[in-house]
Structures are given as structure tokens and as C-alpha cells.
């Protein structure tokens, strides 16, 4: 017959994922003719729950490479780019755990689509997709077997003189040596 019992784990109770695409206006020291490349990198975040949604607040370098004064020159400008997302996540089930972990994981690293110059400015579109797991207690229902499996009958052997008379007949002290004559078959 078996019972049930219940455990209780953590586990994700709620999940997904979010693409997201912003413009940023960067300034320059001088009036660009052409923007050369731009990179981003060191992208940092972390995720907190705050007032039934999750923020994601987070960070990223940009490096734009880029040409003035009529293309004769170029430089690279570096400018930190901190971000705030919000966003509520669908739990798949309720918990009674008020202390739930949020997980962020980048599914596509920023990336720069598109910049354009204008002024003595450029603007870039930066896009990214981030996934969110929340993580809290939850109940697991197993079955339990009331029966218990029967033990194994462990025996010793004593040893006794008829056990070391048997040992004594069976072992051969020359098992060693060549035989002289062998018999061939």
C-alpha cells in the first residue's frame, strides 16, 4: 500500500523572456560625417522584484568609431549606458514563500542595428533580449511504499579444523616448478 507525502523545493514557478530595442542619442566633440562601427560591451544586470514586477537594472558600454572634419580624421568615443527595464512575469503557480529569487539570464547580447549622425550627435539602436526565471518554494507530491524490502540473511563461515584441513589438501607446493618430463597430448 502507499501514501503520499509532499516535499517542498525550490523550483521556477515563472518564467519569460522579453526583446527589447532602444534609441540612445550620444555627444560627440566634433560634427561626425560618418559613422565607421560601433560595439557594445561589458553588459551587466541584475533582476529584483519590486511591487509585483521585476525590474531589470542594468548597464552596457558603447564604443562608436566614427569620421570627421570630411572623413580626414577619426576617433572613438566610449560612453556607459545604464538601463531600467520593467516587466511582469506570469507565474505558473502560487507559492506561500514570500522570498523568491529572480534569475536573468542576456538571450542576445546588446547589439548596435543602426546609427546615424546628426549634429554634433549620434543615434543609436540598441537591441537585446532578456530572459527571467522566477524561483520560490513549491510542493512535490511522492509516493512512499509502507512496505519495507526484506534484509538479506548475511552468514559467516567460521573457520574450523576441517576448514583448514580442505585448505591444506587443495593447495599444491610445487605449483611453481616445471614439470621435468611434460606430457604432450
Same mark, same amino acid.
Given at each position: 500500500?502507499?501514501?503520499?507525502?509532499?516535499? +517542498?523545493?525550490?523550483?521556477?514557478?515563472?518564467?519569460?523572456?522579453?526583446?527589447?530595442?532602444?534609441?540612445?542619442?550620444? =555627444?560627440?566633440?566634433?560634427?561626425?560625417?560618418?559613422?565607421?562601427?560601433?560595439? &557594445?560591451?561589458?553588459?551587466?544586470?541584475?533582476?529584483?522584484?519590486?511591487?509585483?514586477?521585476?525590474?531589470? /537594472?542594468?548597464?552596457?558600454? &558603447?564604443?562608436?568609431?566614427?569620421?570627421?572634419?570630411?572623413?580626414?580624421?577619426?576617433?572613438?568615443?566610449?560612453?556607459?549606458?545604464?538601463?531600467?527595464?520593467?516587466?511582469?512575469?506570469?507565474?505558473?503557480?502560487? !507559492?506561500?514563500? !514570500?522570498?523568491?529569487?529572480?534569475?536573468?539570464?542576456?538571450?542576445?547580447?546588446?547589439?548596435?542595428?543602426?546609427?546615424?549622425?546628426?549634429?554634433?550627435?549620434?543615434?543609436?539602436?540598441?537591441?537585446?533580449?532578456?530572459?527571467?526565471?522566477?524561483?520560490?518554494? !513549491?510542493? +512535490?507530491?511522492?509516493?512512499?511504499?509502507?512496505?519495507?524490502?526484506?534484509?538479506?540473511?548475511?552468514?559467516?563461515?567460521?573457520?574450523? =579444523? /576441517?576448514?583448514?584441513?580442505?585448505?591444506?589438501?587443495?593447495?599444491?607446493?610445487?605449483?611453481?616448478?616445471?614439470?621435468?618430463?611434460?606430457? =604432450?597430448?
Amino acid at each position: 500500500m502507499s501514501a503520499f507525502k509532499e516535499i +517542498v523545493t525550490k523550483a521556477i514557478i515563472g518564467k519569460g523572456k522579453k526583446y527589447y530595442k532602444n534609441s540612445y542619442t550620444i =555627444e560627440t566633440e566634433n560634427i561626425p560625417t560618418t559613422v565607421l562601427g560601433c560595439w &557594445v560591451i561589458n553588459h551587466k544586470f541584475k533582476g529584483s522584484e519590486v511591487g509585483g514586477k521585476i525590474v531589470v /537594472d542594468g548597464s552596457f558600454d &558603447v564604443n562608436i568609431w566614427y569620421s570627421y572634419d570630411n572623413d580626414t580624421k577619426t576617433t572613438v568615443i566610449t560612453k556607459k549606458i545604464p538601463y531600467s527595464e520593467s516587466v511582469m512575469v506570469r507565474q505558473r503557480e502560487t !507559492t506561500d514563500s !514570500t522570498l523568491r529569487d529572480i534569475v536573468v539570464r542576456s538571450l542576445k547580447q546588446p547589439n548596435c542595428i543602426n546609427a546615424k549622425e546628426n549634429g554634433k550627435t549620434i543615434t543609436i539602436d540598441i537591441e537585446k533580449e532578456l530572459g527571467i526565471e522566477i524561483v520560490g518554494d !513549491t510542493k +512535490v507530491k511522492v509516493a512512499v511504499e509502507d512496505d519495507e524490502e526484506p534484509w538479506d540473511v548475511i552468514e559467516d563461515t567460521e573457520y574450523t =579444523e /576441517d576448514v583448514a584441513k580442505e585448505i591444506d589438501t587443495s593447495i599444491k607446493e610445487n605449483y611453481l616448478k616445471k614439470e621435468e618430463n611434460p606430457k =604432450e597430448t
